[in-house]
Every structure is written in C-alpha cells, then in structure tokens.
C-alpha cells in the first residue's frame, strides 16, 4: 500500500492523490478492500494504464491497480478463447496471443491500455463490419460492490452487455475471457491527397476495406488515407492519392502506432450517415477559428454497431471523430467550441476522454441506460464503486430513481 501518493495521468491533464495504491496480488485482497471500504462508506477505483482523458479513475479514497494480474490462464485454439488477467496491456496480450496462435478481432492505434480498461471505456479501432474491443468480452470474473467474488458468462447476456462498457462501476474485473480468431497478418498502406478529394470517395474506401480511416490536418487541408486488408486481400491502387508508406505484418505490429508526443483529446460517436457533415462543420469552423493555434490532425474512424448497453457504438454504425491537443496546453476553448457541433448529430462522447456532458444529456442519447443501472445496482447497491465523477454521469439517474426497487 502506498498512502498520499499524487496520481497523474499520461497527458498530465488528470491529477489527483488517493489516500491510497493499493497493489493486490489476489482475488481475495481485492475483496477484502471492497469489503473494507463498503463498511466504511469509502469509494473505490480500479485504474489500468491510466491512458484516459476523463477523471473516470479519480478518488480521494482508494486507488487499486491490477499491475499483478498478468499472463494467460487458459485457451482454447478449436473455440478461439482464452481467458487473461485483466491488469495486462494491449500489447502485452496481443505479444502472448500471437505465442499460442491466437490474435484479437480489432484494435486501435494505442496499444498501452489495459485490456480490461480499453473494453471497460468502449475503446476501438477503425472498420464498418468491426465491432468495438468491448465486444470480444464473453466472460471472467469479478469482484462486487459488496466484495463477492463472481464469475460471468455469455449465459446471461443482460449482464454481460451491462459488463462490456461500464467504466468500473459494476465491479473489478480479475480475469477476462476473449473471443479470438487465428493469428493473422495485415498489409497496412498509407495515401496523401486533399480532403475534397477524399471526402467524395470515403464511402467506397470505408466499405472496400477491412480498415480505413483517415487523419485530416487543418493547416495543409490535406488528408492522410490508411487502408489494412488481411495479406490475402490486398486492394488495389487507390488512383486519386499518392502512396507514402506500406508494411505487412501480425496484427499486433502493424494496427498500433508509436506515439512519442502526449496529448488530450475529445471524440465523440455519431450515426454513420451523419459522419461526413459533422466532420465538414468541423473543418468549417477549425479553419476559421482554430487554425492557427491548433496543428493536431483530427481522426475519422468507422466501428459496426453493437449491443453493449454503455457503447457509444450500441445500436448503430457509426462514425467516430477525434479532435486532439497538445498535452500541456490549454485545450478546453478548442474542444468546447467544436463539442456542441457534435451534439447536434445525436454524438455519443467516448467514455475515457474529454467531454462535458451530464446524466441529463448523456441518458437521452442511451436506450438500454435503465437496463444498465438495474443491473450495476444489482452488483454495487451501495455506490462503492461511483467516484464523484461517476455520479456526475449518473447522478440524475440516481435521484430520480430513488424509491425504485432497485435502489433498495
């Protein structure tokens, strides 16, 4: 245990100092701290590689991290599952995997996540017929508000899709189980060309590849293609655009990119169709306002609808743009300016990064929100595990379904 220690995030935008890390080694010390601080009427976080925008992990209470819950407790190659503790990183699971022939479906380009964390946040990766990484959860274990130790499956998929993107709030993950498929290489290829350009021909490119997004850059006004096909399905020459950078490699080495330079950052989810008008006002009023002072590309990506209740993806394709700021420079003005042209196209915010959004707003944009909260109540029917920012994004839920059953 290490007490008063300051906790700082990777960009450096989220400070604060638990009145303690704890470290636990097993499933029954994590308990025993559920159950201490449940006593006791203190909250607890769960905090992976701390790679977040948002203050999700924030307390004043008590901090735990799952740097001791490492490796692969089982797999399956006939059922392409394997089971891992949750304190692993991306890219420590992608290195292992590819060990015993296994590889994940999707994965974006950080790879220093935790795996619990980046499926806990909805966090993705880019292609139309690719779910986000939540999806890949079918079951583990975890430990309760109450400081029960449970295990999780597909059998109950109520529970499963309330588990998929719940931020910590429904218990500690200790182990997870994946739905994988065979290791397998990817041919990436990187194109320059203007937006215009691009913009008439992003339909064709999102559906003719297994992954595309694009990077556009407000001071060029030019864009940055990247389109990632297994090696046996490599497309043709994109005839617009001129080819800058191509390799071939194991999903792990070649979706991830390096990144030296730190930033903050907002994205939100849109509904497919909406993606390229809302990125068009957002050029719009970056060139106009922002240009100068703002030289960070912005990310358009595609993920496939799914049904986790929290997913900023549930129910819709969608679109996903990402705005992003130097660390250590004021950002607020930048995003708060372009965060309401979002909005008005029914955005979802990314739960792990910067956005203003209360319950209020954020319940509308929701359909299964009431489902979700039945369910983390059922869990942690106290609010162990709801820090003052976590009720911030719930709390009218909460007082307005005070006298509900189950809230009892």
Same mark, same amino acid.
């Given at each position: ?30 308990? @025993? ?40 407790? !089982? ?37 220093? !996540? ?44 109520? @529970? ?56 556009? /850059? ?6 940055? @293609? ?13 005839? /617009?655009?001129? !080819? ?165």
């Amino acid at each position: 245990m290490t007490k008063k220690e300051n906790w700082v995030n990777w960009s450096g935008s989220i400070k604060f100092s638990p009145a303690s890390i704890e470290k636990p080694e097993t499933e029954e010390q994590i308990a @025993l701290l559920v159950q201490r601080a449940h006593q006791a009427g203190r909250k607890i976080r769960v905090v992976g590689a701390g790679h977040s925008s948002s203050p999700l992990v924030a307390t004043k209470d008590t901090l735990v991290s799952l740097e001791n819950f490492k490796g692969v407790h !089982q797999y399956d190659l006939k059922s392409k599952t394997a089971t891992l503790g949750a304190g692993m990183t991306v890219d420590e699971v992608n290195e292992d995997l590819l060990d015993i022939g296994l590889a994940v479906l999707n994965t974006g380009d950080v790879d220093v !996540q935790t795996m619990a964390g980046a499926i806990s946040t909805g966090t993705h990766g880019s292609g139309i017929k690719l779910k986000n990484l939540s999806s890949m959860l079918i079951g583990g274990r975890l430990v309760t508000g109450t400081g029960q130790i449970k295990d999780f499956t597909a059998d109950s998929m109520d @529970l499963l899709n309330s588990l998929r993107v719940s931020m910590g709030t429904c218990g500690i993950f200790t182990s997870i189980t994946l739905q994988l498929e065979e290791a397998y290489q990817l041919y990436r290829r990187e194109w320059c060309c203007h937006t215009d350009i691009a913009l008439k021909h992003v339909d064709e490119l999102i559906q003719g590849n297994r992954n595309f997004d694009f990077y556009w /850059y407000p001071r060029s006004d030019e864009v940055k @293609l990247r389109t990632l096909n297994r090696c046996e399905h490599t497309m043709d020459a994109i005839p /617009y655009a001129k !080819q800058v950078e191509e390799k071939a490699g194991w999903v792990g080495e070649i979706l991830p990119k390096s990144r030296q330079l730190k930033f903050d950052e907002m994205e939100y989810a849109l509904p497919y169709e909406a993606g390229p008008l809302c990125f068009q006002e957002i050029r719009k009023r970056m060139k106009e306002k922002h240009r100068e002072t703002v030289g960070w590309r912005v990310l358009y990506r595609t993920v496939k609808a799914d049904e986790a209740y929290l997913s900023p993806a549930f129910g819709r394709d969608t679109v996903t743009i990402s705005l992003h700021h130097n660390a250590g420079l004021p950002f607020w003005r930048f995003f708060q300016d372009i965060e309401p042209i979002f909005q008005a196209y029914a955005g979802r915010p990314h739960w792990g990064k910067k956005y203003t959004m209360r319950a209020a707003e954020l319940q509308a944009l929701y359909p299964k929100w009431e489902q979700f909260h039945q369910v983390r109540r059922q869990l942690d029917p106290e609010g162990v595990f709801l820090s003052p920012f976590m009720q911030a994004i719930f709390e009218q839920h909460e007082h307005r379904k005070q006298n509900n059953v189950y809230a009892r």
